[in-house]
């Protein structure tokens, strides 16, 4: 089955700390694999995306992922974490022409 | 910024209440979509539409029903709102050409009492 696991519900760091959002999908093929971010009261946004290629991917607001074929992962990465990156956490999967969710990490941003 | 819009933002209703979820973008983009979302669950994907006239239903049973009249609108109506109704609503747009890169509006939170 189609799956996208955000095994982190939620995930407390301090400001400034480095950050890591894990995604694991479950694809025969190489996928297309997205993180978007949602904050309080506003739709989601796009980060950054995963095609083909490099296998770690810039995105904006300073946010990084780096595709693992071997573990099946695709986890988010920003070095320092600002209090404006409060939010929740998408990771997607792109199965043909249907784009699959995860089911979220709340990132909490502590002072 | 994104320029697809939910209206209305929030909505308290009654039991078998006709409802309509409005969504528009004004960024030609051919491909709308729809997405239920509750707290701590996945975004599912309840009707989505590749173009004028072309609506087809998601992975999510919903007996809510979407209309394509014009590319920029895709409304969403219930006819008759359950409590088992109640949640965010999320409009999406996207290319034909980019999949996968989404759109979205704030949503539409719906409670039906």
């Known amino acids: 089955a189609q799956s996208v696991t955000q095994p982190d519900i939620h995930i407390t760091v301090s400001e400034g700390a480095s950050l890591e959002l894990r995604c694991n999908y479950s694809?025969?093929?190489?996928?297309?694999l997205f993180w978007y971010v949602q904050s309080p009261g506003q739709g989601l946004q796009l980060l950054l995306k995963?095609?083909?290629?490099?296998?770690l991917v810039q995105g904006i607001k300073g946010f990084e992922a780096e595709f693992k074929r071997s573990q099946s992962s695709f986890n988010l990465r920003k070095p320092s974490v600002h209090w404006s990156d409060a939010a929740e956490y998408f990771c997607?999967?792109?199965?043909?022409?249907?784009?699959?969710f995860g089911a979220g990490t709340i990132l909490r941003v502590k002072s | 910024e994104a320029d697809i819009y939910q209206t209305p933002r929030y909505l308290v209703i009654g039991t078998g209440k006709k409802i309509t979820l409005e969504c528009s973008q004004t960024?030609?983009?051919?491909?709308m979509y729809w997405y239920q979302q509750d707290p701590g669950m996945e975004l599912h994907l309840i009707h989505y539409?590749?173009?004028?006239?072309?609506?087809e239903k998601g992975d999510l049973s919903s007996e809510s029903t979407v209309s394509r009249i014009r590319t920029e609108h895709f409304p969403l109506t219930l006819e008759s709102a359950r409590p088992s109704h109640t949640s965010q609503y999320l409009c999406?747009?996207?290319?034909?050409?980019?999949?996968?890169?989404?759109?979205f509006g704030e949503g539409s939170r719906l409670t039906v009492l």
């Open positions: 999406a747009s996207s290319l034909g050409e980019r999949p996968g890169e989404l759109f």
């Open positions: 694809y025969g093929a190489t996928p297309y």
């Open positions: 995963y095609f083909s290629g490099d296998t």
């Open positions: 997607a999967v792109l199965y043909g022409n249907k784009l699959v």
């Open positions: 960024m030609g983009h051919d491909k």
């Open positions: 539409s590749y173009g004028v006239n072309s609506t």
